[in-house]
């Protein structure tokens, strides 16, 4: 049986990146495993901690047996090219798989967030895969921080509606909404039916980078 472990740096995507995954294939032996001092070190600007200890739970999922590791953290995206230096097993980067679709199916992109430290590697993600595409790509950011503040009080209607407002304003001006956490993904099913399908999350494509 393929397994394929998970770093998480925060709880609160555990549950939609696991469902994704299983759903995608039953078969796979699923390892999560979770480090929120990863995001605290990004905060503080210890960044010197951050490659170290993805590294170190990378090496662990290796020694267990997985056959790839995804990264669920677009904050961490940076950090990833480090981290398959030092391993044999394929990593992968969460948005990874999203950013190469919409960069090749569009030019005038909008990207919705609610952590802070999430636009430097979302927009560092897109550069890469611009250059790599040979395309040039026009892209407009929206930071919702008070929304991520106040799903971690637990205010779950309060954030959705403002990531749902957001999106919605950011449609005017550009053809397609990357969502750029896991975190915000569950929205998508609050937003109208006519302009859903111009929305995307990085789950709509993880699935199709899953050992088989």
């Not at 990146?17 to 390892?31: F, N, Q, T, Y």
């Not at 995804?70 to 030092?86: A, E, F, M, T, W």
């Not at 897109?126 to 395309?135: A, F, G, M, T």
Request: net charge negative.
């Amino acid at each position: 049986m393929p397994i394929v472990g998970l770093i998480h740096s925060t709880r609160l995507v555990i549950q939609a990146v696991h469902d994704v995954v299983a759903k995608a294939d039953p078969e796979l032996e699923i390892i999560n495993v979770l480090d929120e001092g990863l995001l605290k070190c990004l905060r503080e600007g210890a960044y010197h901690r951050v490659g170290p200890r993805m590294a170190a739970l990378a090496k662990e999922l290796e020694e267990d047996g997985a056959e790839l590791i995804i990264v669920s953290c677009s904050s961490l995206s940076p950090y990833v090219d480090g981290v398959r230096d030092k391993l044999n097993t394929p990593v992968i980067k969460i948005d990874e798989p999203m950013v190469q679709w919409a960069v090749e199916n569009h030019s005038r992109i909008g990207v919705v967030m609610t952590n802070p430290t999430t636009q430097s590697p979302t927009a560092s993600l897109i550069r890469e895969v611009s250059r790599r595409l040979d395309k040039e790509v026009k892209v407009e950011y929206r930071l919702c921080d008070e929304a991520f503040a106040r799903l971690n009080r637990g205010d779950v209607q309060g954030h959705d509606a403002a990531v749902v407002e957001a999106v919605k304003n950011l449609l005017q001006e550009v053809e397609i909404v990357l969502l750029a956490q896991i975190s915000i993904a569950r929205v998508v099913e609050q937003i109208h039916p006519s302009i859903r399908g111009r929305v995307l999350s990085s789950l709509d494509f993880i699935g199709k980078e899953l050992p088989r």
